[in-house]
C-alpha cells in the first residue's frame, strides 16, 4: 500500500467517524432538552391524581374486543382510555 492510499484511507476513516459522532450528538436526547420535556406532557392520574404512568381502558365501548390469548378486553377507540397511575393499573389488571 503506497503512502497516498493509506493518507486517503485514514482521511475517508477519519471524517465518516468524525460525521458519525456529530450525527449522535445531534440525534441524542438527554432529560435537560427542552424537546424532550415537551414531548411527555406529565397527565394526572384520572382515579387518584397522581402523575399516570400508563393508560387503562375504562371498559365502556360498546364495540369492545377480545384478546384471544389472555381474555382481555381492549378499544380500538382510544377515546376509551384514560391515564392512570401504576397503583390503579395493577387493580384493574387484577380484575380483569
Do not use: K
Amino acid at each position: 500500500m503506497s503512502t497516498l492510499t493509506a493518507i486517503v484511507v485514514f482521511g475517508t476513516v477519519f471524517h465518516v467517524a468524525v460525521l458519525a459522532i456529530m450525527i449522535w450528538i445531534r440525534v441524542r436526547r438527554t432529560d435537560s432538552d427542552p424537546a424532550a420535556v415537551a414531548a411527555a406532557p406529565v397527565r394526572a392520574c384520572a382515579v387518584c391524581g397522581e402523575p399516570a404512568t400508563t393508560w387503562s381502558y375504562d371498559g365502556l365501548d360498546p364495540d369492545e374486543q377480545v384478546n384471544s390469548e389472555t381474555g382481555r378486553a381492549w378499544s380500538a377507540d382510544t377515546t376509551h382510555y384514560r391515564p392512570v397511575c401504576e397503583e390503579h393499573w395493577r387493580a384493574a389488571a387484577h380484575r380483569a
